[in-house]
């Protein structure tokens, strides 16, 4: 008999996958029976990846695979969340069973790393998409938000920005870069690493957090919208890595860090009387969080700094510093 849906879902889906102590009903059945711990809220994050607008033909099946947990993930790390369990909706054009052993080992291998769950989902036939659904847990009222910012709040980012920007423009050869550094970048294209446990140090000290899919700018234009204030960022404190300043001049670099889309580092804010615990906290953390600014009372309003000076990423910039979204946008 030839090799079917069910064949399909027992074979990558089901067998040698991590069980959690906490799944009565997993994979199988109609639907999956949980257990949330006592005391903890469920947090729940969903997101797709459409072949053609996510990830184009040369992407490695294994990069999905690992992709489309990690960006769930940092869903659930942005909000302070542990993570537990995964269901996928798998759209696939064909039963192609090498594809199928690379995709599942990638969203295998975060599920061992994290303690993850896949608990159950859906498969069907037709364009190529995978759709994730993620739960993790809080403690009952620690939920990290993203309108919790308040005024003189000292704003972070992790990590480095416009990494996997810069990967992109390059595979679209907008431009040029050395072998080792487009690796380097490539990787975290391919295989970014989401900030679960920073997000649960977090829950601590930050008043708001947000994790930055569509860009610095856009993503921390939603926590000022949310939070109804306003943020100044110094844009030479902004983490750029080696492989994105040796590669473009030094503005551009800055606007591959504000503008384009798929870093996965966390954005957040620390309140003045939390910031000296924060530091010290964070100083050996392997998310290394640089301050980039802080919020103001300006409604709405993202100033970019040099110096004090204001600073502008383009000519368009002069007549409009409100927070304006230029990360990626569907429908626009
Ligand atoms: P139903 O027809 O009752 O909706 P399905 O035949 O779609 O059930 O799925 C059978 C079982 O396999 C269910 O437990 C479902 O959650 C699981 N499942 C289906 N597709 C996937 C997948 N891609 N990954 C993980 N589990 C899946
Ligand atoms: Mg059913």
């Not at 639907?31 to 033909?57: E, I, K, R, S, W």
């Not at 690379?102 to 969203?107: A, C, T």
Request: with cysteine; aromatic share 8%; glycine share 8%.
């Amino acid at each position: 008999m030839a090799f079917g849906e069910f064949d399909l879902i027992a074979t990558y889906f089901s067998q040698r996958w991590p069980h959690r102590a906490d799944v009565e009903i997993g994979v199988g059945d109609d639907g999956a029976v949980l257990n949330v711990p006592a005391d903890n809220q469920l947090v729940v994050v969903t997101d797709t990846m459409v072949a053609g607008v996510h990830f184009d033909q040369q992407t490695p099946a294994r990069a999905i695979g690992h992709k489309i947990a990690a960006v769930n993930l940092s869903d659930l790390a942005a909000m302070g969340a542990e993570p537990a369990w995964l269901s996928l909706a798998i759209t696939l054009p064909s039963i192609d069973q090498e594809w199928l052993t690379s995709f599942s080992h990638g969203l295998r291998e975060i599920c061992e790393y994290y303690d993850c769950q896949l608990v159950g989902g859906d498969t069907t036939q037709g364009p190529l998409s995978v759709t994730l659904t993620a739960h993790g847990f809080v403690p009952t009222g620690q939920a990290l938000r993203r309108d919790g910012a308040k005024p003189g709040d000292w704003i972070y980012v992790s990590g480095t920005l416009g990494d996997a920007g810069l990967a992109l423009a390059c595979q679209q050869q907008r431009c040029k870069l050395s072998d080792s550094h487009y690796r380097r970048v490539l990787e975290r294209l391919y295989f970014p690493s989401p900030r679960v446990a920073l997000g649960h140090h977090l829950r601590e000290v930050a008043s708001s957090a947000i994790d930055i899919s569509d860009g610095l700018r856009a993503d921390l234009g939603h926590i000022i919208q949310a939070s109804n204030v306003g943020a100044r960022l110094d844009v030479d404190e902004i983490p750029l890595s080696l492989a994105l300043t040796e590669s473009v001049d030094a503005d551009e670099a800055i606007h591959y860090a504000l503008s384009s889309g798929d870093d996965y580092e966390l954005c957040f804010t620390v309140p003045e009387s939390r910031r000296g615990v924060f530091d010290t906290l964070m100083a050996r953390h392997p998310a290394k969080p640089t301050c980039i600014g802080r919020i103001t009372s300006e409604s709405g309003k993202l100033r970019l700094e040099r110096d004090g000076e204001a600073w502008y990423s383009s000519a368009r910039d002069a007549d409009d510093d409100s927070a304006r979204v230029e990360g990626y946008e569907h429908f626009r």
